[in-house]
C-alpha cells in the first residue's frame, strides 16, 4: 500500500468543477489514495491533468447548462487523458439523456433512459453486483461478488460500449468505456474497498492501455 500512495503521489489529477453536488466526497476518496487532487473549472488546468474526473449528482439539464456556462464543453470533448464520469457525470458522457430530454457531451455513444425497474422502487438506492461483459484494465480485481452503491432512476441503454452491466429490474450499463472515456454509474467514493479498488485501477491507467479500446 506504501508503495502505491508513493506512485499516486505523482499523479496530478483534476475534478471538474461542474456545478453540481457530490464534488467534495469524490475529492476526499481521491486524496485518501494519495493523489495529488484539484477542483477545477479552468480549461488549462483539466488540460494538463495526468487524469480527469467529471463527477454529479442532480439533472443532466443543469449539469450541461452549467458545463457550456463555464465554457467547457470543447474542452471536455477533447481530452486525451484517461477521463472517469462518475454517476451522473458517466451519463453526460452519452449523446442524449431522457432526463431533461437534453444533448449530452457525446464523448461515449449512448442514451440514458428512465430505468425500467418492473416494480422494484426507485431511485435504485443501494448495494447492487456488477455483471463483467468485457475485460478491462479498470475492472482488474473486481469479482461477480462485490458490491458497490448506486443511487439513480435514469440509466444507460447497454450497448457495444458497456464494461460491465447490473440488473435491478433490468440489465443496464454500469460501467462504460470509449478510449481514454470511462463512466461507473454507481458511486465508487461510497462503495468501500471495491470502490477504492476501482479509483486505484483509474489512477492507475496510462493513456497507452485505453488509446485502442
Known sequence: MTDIL?????????????????????????????????????????????????????????????????????VLQNLTQPTLGICLGMQLMTDYSAEGEVACLGLIPGQVLPLQAQGLRLPHMGWNTLTKTIEHPLLQGLTAEDYVYFVHSFAVAPSEFMLASCDYGSRFAAIIGKGNYLGMQFHPERSSAVGRKLLQNFIALRASDVAAR
Do not use: F, H, Y
Open 6 to 74: 508513493a506512485n499516486n503521489a505523482q499523479t496530478s489529477l483534476v475534478i471538474v468543477d461542474t456545478g453540481c453536488a457530490n464534488i467534495t466526497s469524490v475529492s476526499c476518496a481521491i486524496e485518501r489514495l494519495g493523489c495529488r487532487v484539484q477542483i477545477s473549472s479552468d480549461a488549462a488546468t483539466i488540460q494538463s491533468a495526468d487524469k480527469v474526473i467529471i463527477p454529479g449528482v442532480g439533472t443532466a439539464a443543469q449539469a450541461m447548462s452549467n458545463i457550456q456556462a463555464k465554457k467547457l464543453l470543447s
